[in-house]
C-alpha cells in the first residue's frame, strides 16, 4: 500500500468517525427519551428545570427545578398517557437546596404525561413548557446485554459510513467493509436489539408487521439495504452505487430519533 493510500484511508475513516459521532449526538439529543432541560426567568430569578422523559419500572421520576429564591413554588399536573385519568395535582417539595417531585412508577412501556406550574409568593404563575411532557417507564436491561447492543451498533453505524466512502473513491475492501456492515448491524439490531427490547418492553418485535416502532422498522430497512448491496457487489463489479445508496440509508435511519413511535401502553384498553 502507497503512502498515498494509506493517506487516503486515514482520511477516510476519520471521516467516518466524524460523521457517526455526529450522528449520535443528534439521536440522543432529539429522540423522545432525552430529558428536557433548560431554565427561564421567573419572579426576577433565574430557574433551571430537569425533566426526565425515561425511567426505570421500579422507580419513581424525580423532577428538579433549582432556583434561589426560597420564595418560589411549584407543583406538577400530571396523569397516566392514553388514560382516562384525571389530571392530579402534586406540590413540589424543597429538599436539597432545590425543589423536588417524584412520578409513580409504571409498568414497561407506560407513559405518564406532566407539566410544572411556578408560583411566586404573591400567586403568579406560569408554566415552564408549551407542551406537556411525556415520559416512558422501561425494564433495567443487564449490562452484558446492553453494552455490546451499544457497541455493535455503533460499529455498524461507522462500517456503513466508512463503507459508503470505500464505494464511492472504488477501494477493492468495499465488498469486505459491506460483509462487515451487514454483519454488525444483524449482531447489534437483530439478534441483541430485541433482546433489549425484551427486557425493556417485554416484547422481542414491534415492528412491522406486527406494530409501526420506528427502531424496529428502521433496522430492518438498513439491514435490508446491505443486504442488497452485498448481493448486487457479488453478482457485478460495478455495482458501487448499491452500497453508497445502502450507506445513506443507513445514515438516514440513523437519524431518526431513537424510540419515536416506541413501544407504550394503552391504558383505556387495560381499562376496559
Known amino acids: 500500500m502507497s503512502n498515498n493510500t494509506k493517506q487516503q484511508a486515514t482520511l477516510l475513516w476519520v471521516l467516518a468517525v466524524i460523521v ?16 428536557v432541560t433548560g431554565e427561564l426567568e421567573f419572579n426576577g430569578e433565574i430557574v433551571s428545570y430537569h425533566f426526565p422523559r425515561s425511567q426505570n419500572t421500579g422507580e419513581n421520576a424525580e423532577i428538579v427545578l433549582t432556583s434561589n429564591d426560597p420564595s418560589i413554588s411549584a407543583e406538577v399536573t400530571w396523569k ?13 417539595t424543597a429538599m436539597d437546596g432545590a425543589l ?12 405518564i404525561t406532566y ?36 457497541l455493535f451498533m455503533f460499529s455498524a453505524m461507522l462500517m ?4 459508503g466512502l470505500a464505494a464511492y473513491v472504488e477501494s477493492p475492501f468495499a465488498l469486505r467493509y459491506t460483509l462487515l456492515t451487514g454483519l454488525f448491524l444483524m449482531m447489534g439490531g437483530l439478534v441483541l436489539g430485541p433482546i433489549v427490547q425484551k427486557y425493556a418492553f417485554d416484547a ?15 433496522t430492518a430497512v438498513a439491514f435490508l439495504a446491505w443486504v442488497a448491496a452485498y448481493w448486487r457487489h457479488r453478482k457485478t463489479e460495478n455495482a458501487k452505487v448499491w452500497i453508497i445508496a445502502a450507506a ?13 413511535l416506541g413501544s407504550e401502553l394503552d391504558y383505556t384498553q387495560m381499562e376496559q
Open 204 to 218: 422481542y418485535w414491534t415492528g412491522w408487521p406486527w406494530g409501526h416502532d420506528l427502531t424496529d422498522n428502521k
Open 160 to 163: 456503513a459510513t466508512r463503507t
Open 80 to 92: 397516566r398517557f392514553k388514560s382516562h385519568d384525571q389530571w392530579q395535582k402534586m406540590p413540589f
Open 248 to 260: 445513506f440509508i443507513t445514515l438516514a435511519v440513523y437519524l431518526i430519533p431513537h424510540s419515536a
Open 20 to 35: 457517526t459521532l455526529s450522528s449520535v449526538v443528534y439521536q440522543r439529543k432529539t429522540g423522545p427519551t432525552y430529558p
Open 115 to 150: 407539566g410544572v406550574t411556578l408560583i411566586s409568593a404573591s400567586g403568579e404563575t406560569i408554566g415552564i413548557t408549551e407542551e406537556a411532557i411525556i415520559i416512558r417507564f422501561k425494564g433495567a436491561v443487564p449490562a452484558h446485554i446492553l453494552i455490546p447492543h451499544i
Open 100 to 111: 423536588k417531585a417524584e412520578l409513580p412508577s409504571q409498568p414497561p412501556a407506560g407513559k
